[in-house]
């Protein structure tokens, strides 16, 4: 039997405590960016890449996709949440656009008060001391629950997190049994296959099979995602277990379960470069489709991005770990980006026009 969290209020030293986390595993994630990023269109071979194309799959009739967006009943997810379904809104029904309804899969055990605002499906966290303080540990827990209480009714699904925003309408990406995906330069199975081989046996096949992903976003067949999900948690918890993995992996375990676990179904993803951009590392919005902002966007007054260290203009989402961040937030310098200005507007836009965006309190 599954227990539920206790999901009380955090003190003001816990959270210092996760802001101060939450900063020096983003510095470390920046670092690997800033050395990774000039070779990070030469890592997968050109027949697992597909660059960014005008032409769309032909899918089976249905060809829609239903938006489930995990998060947990803490401000820092509920304001990000609120942004993530006001643009879903708005891209909903626009040409080009595959989407379908949507759920937010709230893996805090307990109904909160934005179930009225957003679709919400409540699924119990896993029990607890499992995730061992590694909270999105959850996620693959809450699709295996979501997928077996909920009636979904589109035949595909997009696994998305809070801090998505649609910049532009997003049409389904995967074609039949083949999920897409978005390649992240920082998954290497093959880099890992010590490690890899743990969970992925060698008459499994090559390393080179697992892709190099996480599981969101990606748009995959209800049937596969019902397969998969309960291996991904079992994989996941294993990992976890093992010292060297749980080191190696660290912040992104679970995102090399979900790529390991796919891969243990004889799954691989159309590997998708416009699926997703993410500031301030990708200058330019284009065609793509997710804005994510998980980096940190720090610039001086000259529009210069200032590498791991606090700018004299900021956003930052870790800056609003208890509450969301003001309404009319500054715009950027000259001379920074456009997917930050980009991000910066639509965020917003959002705030400007969501009720009682500043009165909102978790509860």
Not at 133 to 162: D, H, S
Not at 236 to 246: A, H
Request: net charge neutral; with cysteine.
């Amino acid at each position: 039997m599954i227990g539920r969290k206790s999901m009380g209020r955090a003190s003001p030293v816990l959270l210092v405590l996760l802001a101060l986390g939450f900063f020096f595993a983003s510095y470390n994630l920046l670092t690997v960016v800033i050395h990774n990023k000039a070779s990070y269109s030469g890592l997968w071979g050109a027949d697992r890449l597909i660059e960014p194309v005008i032409q769309r799959y032909e899918n089976a009739k249905n060809s829609k996709y239903h938006v489930a967006l995990t998060a947990t009943d803490a401000p820092y997810s509920q304001w990000q949440c609120r942004i993530m379904y006001y643009w879903y809104k708005k891209v909903k029904d626009m040409p080009g656009s595959d989407m379908g309804k949507f759920t937010r899969v709230l893996h805090s055990g307990n109904a909160d008060n934005l179930m009225e605002e957003i679709p919400t499906v409540v699924v119990d966290p896993l029990p607890g001391g499992l995730d061992r303080g590694y909270i999105v540990l959850n996620r693959p827990w809450a699709f295996v629950q979501w997928l077996e209480k909920a009636t979904i009714e589109e035949e595909y699904i997009l696994m998305a997190e809070p801090d998505h925003i649609f910049v532009n309408p997003l049409p389904n990406l995967a074609h039949g049994n083949s999920p897409a995906g978005y390649p992240f330069f920082y998954i290497k199975p093959a880099e890992n296959e010590k490690i890899i081989r743990k969970f992925y046996p060698e008459e499994k096949g090559p390393v080179t099979d697992i892709d190099p992903i996480g599981n969101s976003p990606v748009i995959i067949k209800k049937s596969l995602l019902e397969e998969i999900a309960p291996t991904w948690v079992n994989v996941s918890l294993r990992m976890k277990d093992d010292p060297e993995t749980d080191k190696a992996f660290g912040w992104v375990l679970e995102m090399y379960a979900y790529a390991v676990a796919s891969a243990l179904h004889g799954v691989q993803h159309i590997l998708r470069k416009d699926f997703m951009l993410q500031p301030p590392w990708d200058l330019e919005v284009g065609k793509t489709f997710i804005i994510h902002y998980t980096y940190g966007c720090d610039y001086n007054l000259k529009g210069e991005l200032t590498y791991g260290k606090i700018g004299e203009w900021r956003f930052d989402k870790r800056s609003y770990l208890s509450g969301p961040p003001p309404r009319n937030l500054s715009l950027p310098p000259p001379g920074v980006p456009e997917s930050v200005i980009r991000l910066v507007k639509m965020v917003n836009e959002a705030t400007a026009n969501i009720p009682g965006w500043n009165t909102l309190t978790s509860g």
